[in-house]
């Protein structure tokens, strides 16, 4: 098992003298609370090789959160990552916004400990004072925290790690293909989590006829692109969110000629609703509740969708050159010389370049690292179908999810070993809530997570567990604790019983 937090040797020497001090008060908290458990899930080898217990994919907020509160647990955990060290997770890749949307004050990946929290972390560097001043986290500040809690939980995160294929065997392993440095190798694992973000089970969602278009004519919003490219260029962005304000800025604070945005929508939706609903309840009641009631909260939500950001729409709006296209969605598109044609119902536009910034498509099929299993995977619209006028692409494409987040199978048999990959990601929402991804509920997530998979390793185990039991036997009591009595003495005979004496006679 990985040593729980103090690893000097992988820290920088010249950290500021209140993060030190935070590193040691977690250091003693963890000892407070007996963290991590020691280790107790026995070691396997499969084809003379050993096997992870846990091996986790991907290595942002959810995987880190997943893998801390599972070490916590006593349980091995090993994260692989494609990204370079430090750039795992959008955050200082391919998101765009300036600050996180979250609120300041939310704990996130902490999972309850208060020397873990964003806020320890930066009052210990910049103060309390500056705390009351900050208004939202910038992002890239978020990114060094994670890169702290990855440090000083001494997570084991195998970087420039790409996974090219899981397969679920059906004698309690899962073999993952990994590339790295050039090489091709395997690892066996008794559990996968996929903690893939926001496209964890698919990729970017874009309308057909983009598919038609050159792609030297336009991105995704979750691209990684040089934005510079777009100086001097006509730009249209396709989409109102939060990603849409993000690119359209980024283009405009790069120099381009002019940005459109084209919104579907006669309005910007103004009420984030899924902040509204927020609480514990729904945080721990979600996955208890009936098919319908799931289905209805999370349609509601898809339906009134999320606002973008006020701060990330003025970031644009202050710029001259941005255009807000209401009631503008896009009929078709066509190359017209070094341009392209856009017609909506409002007009036409002459673009040379498109954002689409259309959220993300759910389907496993579509990954290559998932095809092994992709069409045994039960979906929603395998369990539910709503009723009349209530129908949701994105609901019906989820997966059904067990209670610790595990895949089941749409025909049972069909692919054993496939309750062994768990969906810790963006899709897992309508079967357990916002718990996979997002800020505010991440650590409940992953401890359900983590709980789910230490039964499970310790059912899979429980013959040897006993047998450890019976063989148990380290004694508490020596014998030389008490003196034994000795035997009692013999009970004395019973007396003779007194003579009655005789009744009076009367006369």
Request: glycine share 8%.
């Amino acid at each position: 098992m990985n040593p729980p937090i103090d690893r000097p040797t992988d820290r920088p020497t010249d950290r500021p003298a209140g993060l030190a001090a935070l590193e040691a008060r977690l250091r003693e908290d963890l000892a407070w609370l007996e963290l991590p458990a020691r280790s107790w899930v026995p070691p396997r080898t499969h084809d003379g090789r050993p096997v992870v217990s846990v091996a986790i994919v991907g290595g942002g907020m959810a995987g880190l959160a997943a893998a801390a509160s599972l070490v916590h647990l006593g349980v091995d955990a090993v994260i692989f990552d494609q990204s370079p060290q430090g750039f795992e997770g959008p955050w200082a890749t391919t998101a765009r916004m300036e600050t996180l949307r979250s609120p300041k004050q939310l704990t996130g990946p902490a999972l309850g400990l208060p020397a873990l929290t964003f806020r320890a972390w930066f009052e210990a560097q910049f103060g309390g004072e500056a705390w009351s001043a900050l208004d939202k986290i910038p992002r890239l500040q978020w990114m060094d925290y994670l890169r702290w809690y990855r440090d000083v939980l001494g997570l084991d995160v195998r970087n420039d790690h790409r996974i090219t294929s899981i397969v679920p065997h059906d004698d309690g392993v899962v073999a993952l293909s990994v590339s790295h440095a050039g090489r091709d190798d395997v690892v066996y694992a008794r559990h996968v989590v996929l903690a893939t973000g926001r496209d964890g089970l698919g990729g970017p969602s874009v309308p057909a006829f983009a598919q038609a278009l050159p792609r030297r004519f336009w991105a995704h919003s979750s691209d990684e692109m040089d934005y510079a490219a777009l100086r001097g260029k006509r730009v249209g962005v396709v989409g109102a969110g939060a990603s849409a304000m993000d690119s359209a800025a980024t283009a405009l604070e790069a120099g381009a000629a002019s940005v459109d945005l084209l919104i579907r929508r006669a309005d910007i939706p103004r009420v984030n609703k899924g902040k509204g609903a927020g609480n514990p309840g729904l945080t721990h009641g979600h996955a208890a509740l009936p098919d319908t009631w799931k289905w209805r909260i999370r349609h509601y939500i898809n339906v009134q969708q999320v606002p973008p950001p006020r701060g990330s729409t003025l970031r644009v709006s202050r710029h001259a050159n941005a255009r807000f296209n209401l009631g503008s969605p896009i009929l078709d598109a066509a190359v017209a010389g070094d341009a392209l044609h856009v017609r909506t119902p409002n007009g036409l536009f002459e673009l040379d370049f498109l954002v689409f910034a259309t959220g993300f498509s759910i389907d496993p099929a579509s990954r290559p690292e998932f095809a092994p299993f992709a069409h045994h995977i039960r979906t929603w619209s395998d369990r539910y179908t709503p009723a009349a006028g209530d129908e949701d692409r994105e609901l019906a494409d989820s997966p059904d999810l067990g209670p610790a987040f595990e895949f089941r199978e749409k025909t049972p048999g069909a692919c054993p070993g496939l309750e062994r990959i768990h969906c810790f990601c963006a899709p897992a929402t309508l079967s357990h809530g916002a718990l996979s991804g997002d800020i505010p509920a991440v650590s409940d997530g992953a401890k359900r997570l983590s709980l789910g998979l230490a039964a499970a390793l310790y059912r899979d185990d429980i013959e040897l567990h006993y047998a450890n039991l019976e063989a148990f036997a380290e004694p508490e009591v020596f014998g030389d604790e008490w003196t034994p009595a000795g035997a009692p003495a013999a009970p004395a005979a019973p007396a003779e019983p007194a003579a009655l004496p005789e009744p009076e006679r009367l006369p």
